[in-house]
């Protein structure tokens, strides 16, 4: 199994309810809360500590409430070298209603100086010279005190590195990542419509985008489209997958289930095929409940055979044609 250095710069602390029907401007009695320690590069860590990596999680935690972090790193035996900085690290709230729909409230976040970005920038030198991580990944949103510039900046120091750097994050950052060619970029149809400049609510759209986002040199683009399931564009071809369909009870942390699952396979050199299956399969595990996917869970065999993936090479040849 492989070291993965996985780096989250504006963690959260997920509190999710659990409601029939969300009532704005009434009092709401959730059946369900929970609260854990999330963010998308919390999340990746997790799910790649469950599929048996060794995960070293970096990024910045404010130092009055690490106690979630602090139990889930242990819980997993994730490494951690996160920076702490005074205050609180934000507190996310997730409503997640019976029919599937789920409202996130996402905070902006403790303030980042130029000192604190600098003792990262530090402490993430000192874990891969000394670990040698074999993927990098960064995901999430920028917390306040951190521009495009100098996300941009620290991109081009982690991907001088020569390590296969992975992203997914939204907004402008999004925009500052792309440009940086990482290895690979997973955004959903809503984020990445951002970049394309167009609603991406067709297929053949998502393909123009994805086909882009690869020509413009990123190795693994990544499109992924809910429900609807995801487009694979790499130098290995076009893929498609479908996942099946599941009583979706809280799609959060569904897309950084999707981006381990993905990086797993290939880590592992796996057939495309069954990378994408497996990835997908994951995901769509994972909105039953709260949290990462299971991989271990009874009916997990029965979701993969479920999973649609088909080459889409032909596809795009037509659609390129036409
Ligand atoms: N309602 C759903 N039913 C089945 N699978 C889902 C559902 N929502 C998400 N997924 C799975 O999770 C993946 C990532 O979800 P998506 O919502 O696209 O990303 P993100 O969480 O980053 O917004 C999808 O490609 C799909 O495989
Ligand atoms: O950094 P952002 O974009 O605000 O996102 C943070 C949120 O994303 C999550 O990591 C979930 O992400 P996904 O649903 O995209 O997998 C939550 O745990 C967290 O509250």
Redesign the pocket.
């Known amino acids: 199994m492989a070291h993965v250095m996985s780096i989250t710069l504006n963690p959260a602390i997920d509190l999710a309810f659990y409601l029939d029907q969300l009532m704005l401007g009434a009092v709401n009695r959730p059946a369900e809360s929970q609260l854990e320690a999330a963010g998308k590069g919390v999340n990746v860590a997790r799910m790649l500590a469950v599929l048996g990596h060794q995960v070293t999680a970096s990024g910045f935690l404010g130092e009055d409430n690490d106690g979630p972090f602090r139990h889930v790193f242990k819980t997993y035996g994730i490494k951690d070298a996160f920076v702490r900085v005074p205050g609180q690290t934000r507190i996310n709230t997730k409503l997640a209603e019976s029919d599937?729909r789920v409202t996130d409230i996402n905070g902006p976040g403790v303030s980042i100086s130029e000192a604190d970005i600098q003792t990262l920038l530090q402490t993430l030198q000192q874990h891969i010279q000394h670990q040698r991580p074999e993927a990098i990944v960064l995901a999430g949103s920028l917390p306040q005190g951190i521009s495009t510039d100098t996300f941009g900046q620290c991109l081009q120091t982690l991907k001088a590195t020569g390590i296969p750097l992975w992203l997914?994050t939204s907004g402008p950052a999004l925009t500052t990542a792309i440009a940086q060619q990482p290895a690979a970029i997973?955004p959903?149809?809503h984020?990445l419509a951002e970049w394309a400049g167009m609603p991406l609510s067709h297929q053949r759209y998502r393909l123009e985008a994805a086909q882009r986002l690869h020509q413009s040199g990123i190795e693994h683009a990544l499109l992924?489209?809910?429900?609807e399931?995801?487009l694979w564009v790499s130098s290995a071809g076009i893929w498609q997958?479908t996942?099946?369909?599941?009583d979706?009870r809280n799609?959060?942390?569904?897309?950084?289930?999707?981006m381990a699952g993905m990086l797993h396979g290939l880590l592992n050199q796996h057939a495309p095929d069954d990378t994408l299956r497996f990835a997908?399969a994951l995901?769509?595990e994972?909105?039953r409940h709260l949290g990462v996917g299971d991989p271990q869970a009874s009916d997990f065999t029965t979701l993969l055979n479920l999973t649609q993936v088909e080459s889409m090479d032909n596809a795009a040849t037509e659609s390129s044609l036409s």
């Open positions: 599937g997914d997973k959903n149809e984020e992924s489209a809910g429900a399931g995801v997958s996942p099946p369909q599941v979706a799609t959060v942390s569904a897309g950084d289930t999707f997908t995901s769509a994972s909105v």
